[in-house]
T-cell receptor, first 111, second 110 residues
Framework: RKEVEQDPGPFNVPEGATVAFNCTYS??????FFWYRQDCRKEPKLLMS???SGNEDGRFTAQLNRASQYISLLIRDSKLSDSATYLC????????????FGRGTSLIVHP | DAGITQSPRYKITETGRQVTLMCHQT?????MFWYRQDLGHGLRLIYY???????DKGEVPDGYVVSRSKTENFPLTLESATRSQTSVYFC?????????FGPGTRLLVL
């Protein structure tokens, strides 16, 4: 299994829809996980952290499933401005916190 | 302004030439990183640095050289550019577990 795997999509959803992405990881010792957002031709920016208890920020909910080794990102009431690529980040195997980025999941929200 | 800057933002060069991409941060973060981003591969780590004068290889270091004589600067050099090094290059620094990225350098090697 690759260190981090994501479905590249694109996920094409109408405004107002609820959409969820998953990200699987191979390092069972990983403690910290993150979701980053990347707009077209721009730099990635931190969206939210994912810890054992999960995390919710407005319309966004991130959860961790250690048993199955995946994290998820749920977006409720999708907006046109949510269109972007969502990158999953997990620590690289073997020690100090060096992040490994997934290839990203593309989301397109249409009117 | 505080943050991470990269220069140049766009660069066209020819095969075999040496190219240096600059990265400067104003926060004094210890860790800095260089990534390349290509379609189908996502972000791949080239080199990283834990502090001044400490650097280490990432996933795809071949053909690249880095240095970190000062905490705030982390230049990336392509010693002899190849077409396969055409990419978007992002520099980042880390505060705790959060990474902050520069705006990227788009490099085209002809």
């Amino acid at each position: 299994r690759k260190e981090v795997e994501q479905d590249p999509g694109p996920f094409n959803v109408p405004e107002g829809a609820t959409v969820a992405f998953n990200c699987t990881y191979s390092n069972s010792a990983s403690q910290s996980f993150f979701w980053y957002r990347q707009d077209c031709r721009k730099e990635p920016k931190l969206l939210m952290s994912v810890y054992s208890s999960g995390n919710e920020d407005g319309r966004f909910t991130a959860q961790l499933n250690r048993a199955s080794q995946y994290i998820s990102l749920l977006i409720r009431d999708s907006k046109l401005s949510d269109s972007a690529t969502y990158l999953c980040v997990v620590p690289r195997s073997g020690g100090s916190y060096i992040p490994t980025f997934g290839r990203g999941t593309s989301l397109i929200v249409h009117p | 302004d505080a943050g991470i800057t990269q220069s140049p933002r766009y660069k066209i060069t020819e095969t075999g030439r040496q190219v240096t991409l600059m990265c400067h941060q104003t926060w004094s973060h210890s860790y800095m990183f260089w990534y390349r981003q290509d379609l189908g591969h996502g972000l791949r780590l080239i080199y990283y640095s834990a502090a001044a004068d400490i650097t280490d290889k990432g996933e795809v270091p071949d053909g690249y050289v880095v240095s970190r004589s000062k905490t705030e600067n982390f230049p990336l050099t392509l010693e002899s550019a190849t077409r396969s090094q055409t990419s978007v290059y992002f520099c980042a620094s880390r505060d705790g577990e959060t990474q902050y990225f520069g705006p990227g350098t788009r490099l085209l090697v002809l």
